[in-house]
T-cell receptor, first 114, second 115 residues
């Protein structure tokens, strides 16, 4: 099962910042937080990942709380093309000597409104 | 930007027939994966593959499924005798490595429809 909790849906006005929260209270010290999104049943698209420090790239920023129990993905200026399901994933290391799989939950459906 | 490509985009097959889904991973990547997504459901892991061997597989990946990298570029998923419940989107992914800080990159999938 996914180790994260996300709201099922959110709306954001076009041009405004979209802040997508994720709770991962059982994260362990060496597990990264990953964000992917899926547009119209296309393949999941990698956005960003982080361990403990805040991260920024050309797509988004990732803010991780100091206790690492939650994080927020920020899309600084949301456009209509950002409408998608956003998945917050903690790499699952429960299956022995490293697990390769990503465990997807239901994610947050972000609707960007004109 | 390099990407994972999958063919065909849509495959329609009669129940009981064999089907092969094809993927070309990103060229310098060493680890390869298949996931599936039944309509309206979560994306589910099927199998990971490295150095011509299966590294990890899920309970879904039973004896009807197999994977191989026949020519050093393509990565294929074969379903031996398809069932109606195999209808889904199948996504291929690849990564440079398997450390937690190395992301997997996905293709746009093959929609498999079993009649």
């Amino acid at each position: 099962d996914a180790k994260t909790t996300q709201p099922p849906s959110m709306d954001c006005a076009e041009g405004r910042a979209a802040n997508l929260p994720c709770n991962h209270s059982t994260i362990s010290g060496n597990e990264y937080v990953y964000w992917y999104r899926q547009i119209h049943s296309q393949g999941p698209q990698y956005i960003i990942h982080g361990l403990k420090n805040n991260e920024t790239n050309e797509m988004a920023s990732l803010i991780i709380t100091e206790d690492r129990k939650s994080s927020t993905l920020i899309l600084p200026h949301a456009t209509l093309r950002d409408t998608a399901v956003y998945y917050c994933i903690v790499r699952d290391q429960d299956s022995g000597a490293g697990s390769y799989q990503l465990t997807f939950g239901k994610g947050t459906k972000l609707s960007v409104i004109p | 930007e390099p990407e994972v490509t999958q063919t065909p985009s849509h495959q329609v097959t009669q129940m009981g027939q064999e089907v092969i889904l094809r993927c070309v991973p990103i060229s310098n990547h060493l680890y390869f994966y298949w996931y599936r997504q039944i309509l309206g459901q979560k994306v589910e892991f099927l199998v990971s593959f490295y150095n011509n061997e299966i590294s990890e597989k899920s309970e879904i990946f039973d004896d009807q499924f197999s994977v191989e990298r026949p020519d050093g570029s393509n990565f294929t998923l074969k379903i031996r005798s398809t069932k109606l419940e195999d209808s889904a989107m199948y996504f291929c992914a690849s990564s440079q490595g398997v450390y937690s800080n190395q992301p997997q990159h996905f293709g746009d999938g093959t929609r498999l429809s079993i009649l």
